[in-house]
């Protein structure tokens, strides 16, 4: 390093200024994860998004298969092929994110889906009247410093009427 080189970088060091490389932008990522992949029906960026040893849980109503706890890549799309089974969202315009929270590494969201109720749905929630179901749901997101997924959360519950006052 020259000596003007040197002098440049202790200068920048004394303001504060780091030269080790940035940290992702971990709200920008997960919007992305959710605009393309989720919403946008992008499934290789949802996989490639997620770390190899990725641990991911899911919380709802008693009696739905995908509650549960899954991990790697494998384990979330055994997640994907219950959802899918089990909770019918007609289009993408029907699930939305309405607030992300970015604390360092870890993205709260918070939105609303509604669909079908099915069979399943009716079996496994009988109090839901009418033919529409609303799940408002929150999800817990954890990156790495490569901006992978390595841990997921989601909180859900079902409504057969949107509620009065929404939790965001």
């Not at 992949?37 to 990725?54: F, K, R």
């Not at 901006?147 to 509620?163: E, Q, S």
Request: net charge negative; proline share 4%; with cysteine.
């Amino acid at each position: 390093m020259t000596r003007s080189a040197l002098f440049l970088v202790l200068g920048l060091m004394s303001f504060g200024v780091s030269l080790a490389s940035a940290a992702p932008d971990y709200g920008a990522i997960v919007k992305n994860w959710y605009e393309k992949g989720v919403e946008g029906g992008d499934t290789q960026l949802v996989m490639d998004t997620l770390s190899d040893d990725i641990q991911w849980w899911c919380f709802g109503p008693a009696g739905f298969t995908m509650n549960d706890y899954y991990q790697g890549k494998d384990g979330v799309g055994q997640f994907f092929d219950r959802l899918g089974n089990e909770l019918v969202v007609d289009t993408a315009q029907n699930f939305r994110v309405h607030q992300m929270d970015v604390s360092g590494n870890v993205v709260n969201v918070y939105g609303l889906e509604k669909g079908t109720i099915t069979p399943f749905v009716k079996q496994n929630a009988p109090a839901l009247k009418g033919d529409t179901f609303y799940n408002y749901f929150n999800h817990r997101l954890e990156l790495n410093e490569q901006g992978k997924i390595t841990r997921f959360r989601c909180n859900w519950a079902l409504f057969d009427h949107p509620v009065a006052v929404a939790p965001f």
